[in-house]
């Protein structure tokens, strides 16, 4: 059910693969104002995604008990915390669950990867303003990429992939530079998980691949130091295919000086451009554009 408009601000907790995320806003049914965002980086899936190592579980705790802290100070009364793939795979997740649950006294809500490309899908199109056009949303995680088909202003059709950057990076990107073989087993592998995705996409002509989410942030400073916050950004196919070949041609010390990549994310970008290349080659855009707005904003919608 859609939340109802007020002006008193409420607060989402993303708990996802890679980072925890805290966005505080108001929304009026179509509009979003931001009061407070804050990422911690947790790295829930560093030992693998099927279990949570001790490190991990430290971060995330010490990510919450900081989120508290936050809440508290903004008098927040709405909360909504979200679990994406880290928490639905992890043997070990009910454990940590439990503990952020007793730390922010609410219950953390595992959801689907469907539910997750919806309200990823919702957030795009607060971004875009409900653009009619025909657009493929990605969205890049740790553990899994989603990918929602907009068309008319709408939810056409939703799929999660199980191919997320953290399950990239333990499973095949072992050597810097990263070798030739191992890109082409990522692709392979992508190609492959993505059989659906290819087969759907094949007779659609896209406006544009807009990416969501951390690691098109990530591409969007490593193109420009334009601020367009609230606004959606616009990068050139030829502008991505210059980029990649220079991060598959760098290694992890050389990528942390590339000025915009974040030295948290130098690690698992050389997965997230091989994700965005194997899926430029197999739809038509013209464009990449870089949504301000993803899972977190899509589910002020909601709830």
Known sequence: MA????????????LGTNTFHLLIATFDGTKITEVL???????LAENGIANIGQNAFHRAIEAVKDFKC???????THLTILGTEGLRRASNASSLIDQIEDILESKVQIISGTKEAILIGSGTLLAIEDDPREFLVMDIGGGSVEFIHLSKGQIEWTISLPIGIAVLKRNFHHSEPILANEISEIMKFVTESAFELIKYVHH??????????????????????????GRTHQI???EFNQLYDTIMNSDLEARKAIPGLPEERAHLIVGAMILIKVVLENIAAEHIWISPYAMKEGAFKYF
């Open 3 to 14: 939340s109802t408009p007020n002006n008193n601000p409420k607060a989402v907790i993303d």
């Open 37 to 43: 965002r804050n990422r911690r980086y947790v790295y």
């Open 70 to 76: 936050q809440l508290q100070k903004q008098n927040i």
């Open 204 to 229: 659609i002509s896209f406006t544009a691949l807009i990416g969501a989410s951390g690691s098109f942030e990530v591409l969007q400073n490593m193109t420009t130091t334009e601020n367009s916050a």
């Open 236 to 238: 050139k196919i030829d």
